[in-house]
């Protein structure tokens, strides 16, 4: 299979991807965007970010200026069937053309909105409470819409008058299995870039390209999106001046930002969800319910049901209670809580894996410190940081509990990652402890 050689400009690279076409087969624009769709929907990528068949279309045409980093990527990917030393090669080309050398350095930035979705359900309260604009950071665990709602609250705002200025939006790849997070400096050169600033006029340092940013927006009511943020410090610099718009998007809390966590869908909103995406063979509203249920409101899990559904014309609603969280790890979500797993420390990782072994799921910190044999002070920070990075729910009255769908992926985890005597010693300390508390 071919190599991208060293292109030295952009239409270099665009000929040889023209040329890496012909060898794959040449198979028409159509079937690459399928195969994008395909791959991105399993990753876990919100609908709103799948390109349009035109814009695959126009990774293959020379004179571009601002190309989609993921995009080409993702070409070249469907082009070589996922061989993933190719795929290193023809990035590593791309971040030479493109004047960026480190994994560091590697963003994915634009002066324009990701398209909105068709039709946007859902998140009444969100959209009335964030109606005027202003800076809002959202979070909340994976596969619940963040970047979705980010996408269309930018675009209601644009609409509506209230962003008259530039618009920025940047992927930060905080939690990203493909590259590291990207650094506030060269995501910075890129806005800066993006607002006709020329290269010898951007400072070498992170502070002094803040500075600048921050006057180039004065004044602007410009919108800056910052999507799929690590940590606060990464995203700080970035936020645009008062009077201008900011919606930043994270797994994970973020310290001192006007925060606000999106909770699972209303079961009205899950069935509305459902019934958009399952296509016309539905519906049964009682079974519906019930798959809503099952679902706890999780919006991923809701449209890889749909599209099983849509794909399995043998099976009924009915089929889907059960098996909902075996079909939507399977369908994607699994590779989603594993990035977010990922970036846990080791004890917290161990910890998300003992707890399921609760057999009500609703624990406190002494039942938690019985399961990971660790005192209840340490056990209280690393359910702190389970809680920040929304892998566990607090139920009220010092206790805590899972999503399901967290706790079907982290039983899973626990199968492969703890021996199974260390899980019955697990069990005997939590049934120790729990004798104690009946015997007091």
């Not at 709103?48 to 126009?58: H, K």
């Not at 910190?365 to 005192?375: D, E, G, K, T």
Request: glycine content about 8%; proline content about 8%.
């Amino acid at each position: 299979m071919l190599t991208p050689g060293r292109p030295r400009t952009l239409d270099e690279y665009v000929a040889a991807l023209r040329r890496l076409k012909v060898e794959a087969g040449n198979p028409s624009i159509t079937d690459i965007t399928r195969h994008i769709h395909a791959s991105w929907g399993k990753a876990g990528r919100p609908c709103s970010e799948w390109p349009a068949r035109s814009t695959v279309g126009n990774c293959f045409q020379p004179g571009r200026r601002r190309p989609s980093i993921d995009l080409m990527l993702a070409v070249v990917e469907a082009l070589v069937n996922g061989d993933v030393a190719l795929v290193v090669q023809w990035r590593q080309a791309l971040r030479r053309v493109l004047g960026e050398t480190g994994g560091t350095s590697f963003t994915s930035v634009r002066d324009e909105l990701p398209a909105d979705l068709p039709k946007f359900l859902g998140r009444t309260e969100f959209l009335t409470r964030f109606a005027t604009g202003g800076i809002v950071a959202l979070d909340g665990m994976a596969g619940l819409g963040k970047t979705a709602l980010a996408v269309h609250l930018g675009h209601r705002w644009t609409r509506s008058g209230r962003v008259t200025g530039p618009v920025l939006f940047a992927d930060l790849h905080g939690i990203d299995a493909a590259c590291p997070p990207a650094c506030p400096e060269a995501v910075l050169e890129s806005f800066l870039r993006l607002l006709n600033v020329p290269c010898d006029q951007i400072p070498p340092d992170l502070p002094a390209r803040a500075r600048l940013f921050q006057r180039r927006l004065a004044g602007s009511r410009a919108l800056v999106v910052l999507d799929n943020v690590s940590n606060a410090a990464q995203v700080r610099p970035l936020l645009p001046p008062a009077g201008c718009h900011a919606i930043v998007t994270s797994r994970a809390r973020l310290q001192n930002l006007p925060s606000a966590s999106l909770p699972p869908l209303t079961p009205i909103e899950a069935l509305e969800l459902l019934r958009h995406d399952g296509g016309p063979r539905l519906f049964d509203a009682s079974s519906a319910i019930r798959v809503a249920e099952a679902s706890e409101g999780h919006p991923q899990s809701l449209s890889i049901i749909a599209r099983h559904l849509r794909e399995h014309p043998g099976w009924t609603l009915d089929d889907y209670v059960e098996p909902m969280a075996a079909l939507a790890l399977e369908g994607g979500l699994r590779d989603a809580l594993a990035l977010s797993d990922r970036a846990l420390p080791p004890e917290a990782r161990r910890l998300l894996r003992l707890l399921t072994l609760h057999p009500s799921g609703v624990f406190d910190v002494h039942a938690a410190s019985a399961l990971a044999n660790l005192s209840p002070r340490t056990v209280q920070r690393l359910l702190d940081v389970l809680l920040t990075a929304h892998l566990l729910e607090y139920a009220g009255h010092g206790r805590y509990h899972f999503h399901g769908l967290v706790r079907a992926f982290a039983t899973e985890r626990l199968g492969v990652d703890e021996p199974v005597s260390h899980s019955r010693r697990a069990l005997e300390r939590l049934l120790d402890h729990s004798g104690l508390r009946l015997a007091s």
